[in-house]
């Protein structure tokens, strides 16, 4: 037969067990508090680290995107840190392995789901320290260009010309080459032009050199280098090449505004004619248009 429910047997057990955790309860609350406090105090602890890392890095690191992600890494090592001493300060050892494994699993899952953002937070710490890359440079890349205004973990941000800002994800910077004017401080520009068939060749190329070379002057082994490259429509066309001062596209454009003005000006001095596209009519038809008999 079956014992029959004791209300006062089944008070008294749950009474017991509320007494035994009140008492676990106060027995562990010195260690309780001291877990917070110095959980509390790693918190503090990550934020001034934080801070006297950057100053650090700010005297030798010039990339702002680096020294911001070194420092919230640090901030995030730290603040773990005093998390874990926290918890063995509880004796919550299993819980913490229980913690970590359950980690791992939740990590991979989410590592699964979130490819596409994590690709693009690597590539973001490769190109932090890459230096060909640096925030202030102008760049050309995935048809775009502009100066890099922003570096951080998903995308790079490029201001344009135009003062239109364009969000590029980090993996599309890595995976696809980039052309960046900034990281030498000479480049070489190159114009085209063609002069009439009748003009004296040697002379054309002698005025042309000469007058580059006045206004672009030439530093260790650069020249000017110019030759004649084809037989066109209405002209015989040439290239000029030369270095300036680049470091942006916009001195490119300036660079070959003043060198077409000069070398206009050059030309109209000596009669050197830039002809236009030249079509001829050819009007030997002999067909007759009168009525036939």
Request: contains cysteine; hydrophobic residues 45%; charged residues 20%.
């Amino acid at each position: 037969m079956e014992d029959k429910f004791n209300l006062k047997e089944s008070l008294e057990g749950i009474s017991a067990k509320l007494v035994s955790w009140l008492d676990s309860l106060i027995l562990n609350l010195p260690n309780f508090l001291l877990s917070v406090i110095v959980f509390v105090f790693f918190i503090f602890l990550a934020k001034y680290t934080g801070r006297l890392l950057n100053k650090l890095l700010a005297k030798k690191v010039k990339q702002d995107s680096i020294r911001h992600i070194t420092v919230k890494v640090s901030k995030a090592i730290v603040i773990l840190i005093g998390f874990f001493i926290a918890l063995g300060i509880l004796d919550l050892n299993k819980i913490l392995t229980s913690v970590l494994a359950g980690a791992g699993v939740v990590g991979l899952a989410i590592g699964l789901a979130l490819q596409g953002t994590l690709n693009n937070t690597f590539s973001g710490i490769i190109l932090s320290f890459l230096p060909e890359l640096q925030i202030g440079d102008w760049v050309e890349t995935n048809s775009y260009a502009g100066e890099v205004t922003e570096i951080n973990l998903r995308n790079i941000v490029i201001k344009q010309s135009d003062n239109n800002y364009v969000v590029i994800p980090n993996s599309k910077i890595v995976e696809e080459p980039f052309k960046n004017f900034s990281t030498t401080n000479r480049s070489r520009v190159m114009l085209n032009c063609g002069v009439g068939y009748s003009s004296d060749l040697e002379k054309v190329k002698e005025i042309t050199i000469e007058t580059i070379s006045k206004h672009f002057p030439s530093r260790g082994n650069e020249q000017v280098e110019f030759m004649f490259t084809e037989f066109g429509d209405s002209s015989i066309n040439f290239v000029v090449r030369f270095w300036t001062d680049v470091t942006k596209n916009r001195d490119i454009l300036v660079a070959k505004d003043i060198a077409i003005i000069e070398v206009k000006k050059t030309f109209d001095k000596n009669g050197i004619n830039i002809p236009f596209p030249i079509r001829t009519i050819d009007f030997s038809n002999t067909l007759n248009l009168q009525k036939p008999e």
